[in-house]
């Protein structure tokens, strides 16, 4: 029994935090993505790993350009990460987002996103993420006739 317990501990350290949702899981959050853009001109995007070895604004910077989410024509990208085994996440804006938003504008939405985590409803919690910031981006960044998805909805995983 303590074999077992240990091998599948050590299973989960080295699974791909991919393999933590299932396909149904991940179909929802794109959906969400898909939906929240349908009312802005705003991008968003979610990362998920297991750990960042670094603070988790600088981890999140990093990904938010390894995406390339500052090549957007207004720099209004948003990027939703979360660290799974480290019980850690943020939600980052691009300079366009942030030059037109109060401070403290994504502590609500970040707020309510743990408390989902914190029930253990991490999906849930990442769906009404993005669907909150879907509605706060409409306000600055509505959607245009013209509009193109200029980013990927799908989730990235590292």
């Known amino acids: 029994m303590c074999a077992r317990n240990l ?7 080295f699974m791909s935090p991919e393999k933590a949702f299932t396909q149904q899981q991940k179909d929802a959050m794109v959906t969400a993505i898909k ?4 009312d802005t001109s705003g991008e968003i995007r979610v990362h998920i790993e297991n750990h960042s070895k670094i603070d988790v604004l600088d ?13 957007t024509v207004q720099r209004n990208g948003v990027l939703i990460y979360v ?7 943020a939600i980052l804006g691009d ?10 504008f994504w502590d609500s939405i ?15 919690g990442i769906c009404e993420a993005v ?12 959607y245009q006739a013209d509009d193109v998805n200029e980013l990927p909805d799908e989730i990235s995983f590292q």
Do not use: C, W
């Not at 091998?7 to 350290?13: D, G, R, T, W």
């Not at 660290?83 to 996440?89: E, T, W």
């Open 7 to 13: 091998k599948s501990k050590i299973q989960n350290i």
């Open 35 to 38: 939906q929240a853009e349908k």
């Open 59 to 71: 981890r999140a910077a990093d990904v938010f350009a390894h995406l390339n989410m500052h090549k």
């Open 83 to 89: 660290a799974l085994l480290d019980h850690k996440s």
């Open 95 to 104: 300079a366009g987002i942030n030059a037109k938003v109060p401070a403290g």
């Open 110 to 124: 970040m707020k309510n996103m743990i408390a989902k985590f914190k029930e253990g409803k991490i999906t849930e």
């Open 131 to 142: 669907i909150s910031a879907g509605e706060q981006l409409k306000v600055y960044f509505p």
